[in-house]
């Protein structure tokens, strides 16, 4: 039998005919409108953002601005597009064979000189706009205003180029703003993390800045950080200095500063808290250097943060830690270690001279990770066991998706205490400790939290880190803490 309809053909339905029907007539009207502005701008911003080139240039200009908050915005926007791109080309395209729509309604000024081969459900140029503008608006807002208007011209332009049905725009934007979204649950953006504002600190507000004092430590290329706080606290005094002289100038500093700041590394953050404990002075940290756990983890992340809680007087009281042995002392706000990581920074510090920080670090990891030996040993019950590394953090550690761990509340009381067990292939069980995360015991590592740890019998010369900083201990070493010890200015949350 030949049939003059084919039966296994499936027929829409009566909803579906009419969600086309209606479709088509949206084209048809914005294909049969006059768009004079549109033109000479709408084709070329399309084509510019084939393989999503002009998202690319978009991203490279934002990281270009240098701040923190810029730079996330940038690698979330490109994270989301790349989600989005992948689900557009392995599951969208393939799922629905639509035929591209006919240009016959579409001026020829209007249409590209390269028509796209591929099936028109769903668009993915809107899917990538909608995805890299989402992504970027959920770590920063205010880039998210400015990029939104060129995502929603790229994707008009699919409309009024003649390549897409409206459905296949709207199909592939919800798409792309469902992949952003997709990355903040594997990737928290730093917002869903808010540090609680508590115990808050009765601290005096410096309109103009007069009583400040901020000392910026040159080599970790603060000066820019620096304008931009001085210009919005014209009256704080700016002292710029070399490494060698920044304790130095932090102690003259906190002897006639109402608040006594700091702008630099972690390293140099930890001078000036131990400086501002001993004096009694409130300490607002400029964040200066690469990593800036300790202002981050506050909630400040640049001049504009910093100077509106010097502004207002607002800020909060956290923990210190603190740690002796054999006369020796010493104060961290992030964390100390002992083990491979302090070797680990003894080494990089050896070849950094040489050939730069990041190669030093890769040259001193597997320097120490080659080495058949374990650099700790703790007794328990009469038995001895070989450690990797002791970190203890000042405040417990938590983690959000594959994101690293972070502090949530800086003055909880508690030491976040990890071990990672010996044996072999270091290298592994540090990875194995590391990918673990929050959980409090695995194979490779073991996790607890306490208000004080006490080690004796440790070799001498072992190396311990604090913040960045290395010395040597040896026999009893205490670390305890040092309850809501520290006054530190940082924004506090709107109502």
Known sequence: MSPDVDLTARRPGPLRDRLLALDS?????????????????????????????????????????????????????????????????????????????????????????????????????????????????????????????????????????????????????????????????????????????RPRAQVPALPDGEGLVMVANTASGTAERVRALHDGLPLAEIVECEPTDVRAELEKAAARATVLGVCGGDGTVNAAAEIALRHGVPLAVLPGGTLNHFAYDLGVEGARDLTRAVRQGEAVRVDAGRFSSDGREGVFVNACSLGVYPELVRERERWSRRIGGWPAGVVGALRVLRADRHPLEAGFRGRTRP?????????????????????????????????????????????????????????????????????????????????????????EVTLEKLPEALTVYRPLPRN
């Open 25 to 197: 007539r949206l084209f048809e009207f914005a294909a049969g409108r006059n768009w004079p502005a549109a033109e000479p701008v709408l084709p070329r911003l399309s084509r510019s953002a084939n393989h999503g080139v002009l998202w690319f240039a978009t991203a490279a200009a934002m990281a270009a601005s240098r701040t923190p908050r810029s730079r996330r915005a940038a690698a979330r926007g490109l994270a989301s597009l790349t989600l989005a791109s992948l689900t557009i080309n392995t599951l969208g395209k393939r799922s629905v064979r639509r035929t591209r729509p006919v240009l016959d309604p579409v001026p020829l000024v209007r249409q590209l000189k390269r028509q796209p081969i591929t099936t028109s459900f769903p668009s993915g140029h809107s899917a990538s706009a909608a995805a890299f503008a989402t992504g970027v608006a959920l770590e920063s807002p205010a880039w998210g205003a400015a990029v939104a208007p060129i995502a929603w011209s790229v994707a008009l332009s699919r409309v009024y180029t003649g390549v897409h049905f409206p459905s296949d725009v709207l199909a592939g934007a919800a798409l792309g703003a469902g992949a952003a979204f997709a990355v903040r649950g594997l990737v928290p953006t730093r917002a869903q993390v808010v540090p609680p504002a």
């Open 387 to 475: 450690l990797w590394l002791l970190f203890v953090g000042n405040g417990t550690y938590h983690r959000m998706g594959l994101t690293p761990g972070r502090r949530t509340d800086l003055a909880d009381g508690q030491f976040d205490v990890r071990v990672v067990h010996g044996g072999r292939r270091p290298a592994l069980r540090l990875l194995a400790a590391a990918v673990a995360g929050p959980l409090t015991r695995s194979p490779a590592h073991a996790a607890v939290q306490v208000g004080r740890l006490h080690l004796s019998g440790v070799a001498p010369g072992t190396l311990l880190a604090y913040d960045g900083e290395v010395t040597e201990v040896e026999g």
